[in-house]
């Protein structure tokens, strides 16, 4: 795939990846608020000029990081064939997964996103940006997710096989899925707990029907 990519534009998706992994990597000890730009751009070795080419703000590598972890759990869960609440329960782990690589980063995207009152437009990546970040994926990686989407489509798969809780319209299950996805995660930091996967279960138990039940 690179080679039929132009070295001019591989080299700009170097750069701006180099900048998103630079980020990540300072965020495995410290808030997102914590990290500057120039912290960024040394670890990266690149420029603060070329770095507000890719970036028009600091916060946009936040939204990157949405754009890029959701697409590599999509990957993840197309390729494994996971559905409904089999591929919910995988997002939420793989939250967990990375609350202990950078403790920072959730409550981070949490506070940016109440800031801005609304979920943001995930960023195009170019051609270059996707054979980079998704390699052998290059089809599912150029698509842009849609949380929104995403859960809709887990809570139909569970509507279908019956195992959503009639008590709730498809339309709200998919509100519950939000408020256990980021809700959830909130709590068990208020309860100074590192057991989000037991928050995770917990919140699932109101939308799940039980094989017994």
């Known amino acids: 795939m690179e080679l039929d990519i132009p070295l001019r ?5 170097k750069n701006k ?7 990540l990597s300072l965020m495995s000890d410290r808030m997102f608020s914590q990290v500057m730009v120039e912290d960024i751009c040394r670890r990266a070795e690149i420029s603060k ?4 080419k890719f970036y028009q703000r600091k916060e946009d590598l936040l939204i990157y990081f949405m754009r890029v972890w959701l697409t590599e759990r999509v990957i993840e869960i197309d390729t494994e064939g996971k559905k409904g609440f089999q591929a919910f329960r995988h997002l939420l782990s793989q939250v967990a997964n990375e609350h202990q690589l950078r403790p920072g980063m959730m409550p981070s995207l949490i506070s940016f996103l109440a800031e801005q009152n609304m979920q943001p437009c995930m960023p195009e990546l170019s051609s270059a940006e996707v ?20 859960f809709q489509q887990f809570m139909k798969e569970e509507e279908q096989a019956g195992r959503l809780n009639k008590a709730f319209t498809l339309e709200q299950a998919v509100q519950i899925c939000f408020t256990i996805f980021y809700g959830a995660f909130l709590t068990a930091q208020l309860y100074n707990s590192t057991e989000i996967g037991r ?15």
């Open 131 to 150: 054979s980079l970040l998704f390699p052998g994926h290059e089809e599912a990686g150029s698509k842009s997710p849609n949380m929104y989407d995403l």
């Open 17 to 23: 990846i180099a900048l998103y992994e630079a980020a």
């Open 199 to 213: 928050f995770y279960e917990t919140h699932l138990g109101l939308l799940e029907i039980k094989d017994e039940e």
């Open 49 to 52: 000029v070329t770095f507000f």
């Open 9 to 13: 534009e591989l080299k700009k998706a």
